[in-house]
Nanobody, 123 residues
Framework: VQVVESGGGLVQAGGSLRLSCVAS????????MGWFRQAPGKEREFVAA????????KYADSAKGRFTISRDNAKNTVYLQMNSLNSEDTAVYYC?????????????????WGQGTQVTVSS
């Protein structure tokens, strides 16, 4: 499975971005998907996850009320809509895929990863 993220960039505090993640090579609807992020000098942390059908989503406390994860199985794509961004959201955002654990917040449960997309929020 190949995973490719896009949509990162530079945004002012209070602004919005939508990240996209395309997974190809296998049947996309068989995979649970998750978004994680890693800021400089920090460990990778969970942001949001969604199960195979899109019926179940989970969010980190920092993302609740501001971020929305969704998926379009027909387009092999999972999205992360990020609103009300602040400087603490600055990080490289990674998309992961796994075929077993539904909407998991544990990064070690994801089998496939993309290269990441940089999100920088200026204050």
């Amino acid at each position: 499975v190949q995973v490719v993220e896009s949509g990162g960039g530079l945004v002012q505090a209070g602004g919005s971005l939508r990240l996209s993640c395309v997974a190809s090579g296998r049947t996309f609807s068989n995979y649970n998907m998750g978004w994680f992020r890693q800021a400089p000098g920090k460990e990778r942390e969970f942001v949001a996850a969604i199960n195979q059908s899109g019926g179940t989503a989970k969010y980190a406390d920092s993302a609740k009320g501001r971020f929305t994860i969704s998926r379009d199985n027909a387009k092999n794509t999972v999205y992360l809509q990020m609103n009300s961004l602040n400087s603490e959201d600055t990080a490289v955002y990674y998309c992961g895929a796994n075929s077993y654990y539904s909407a998991s917040a544990e990064s070690n449960r994801y089998t496939y990863w993309g290269q990441g997309t940089q999100v920088t929020v200026s204050s």
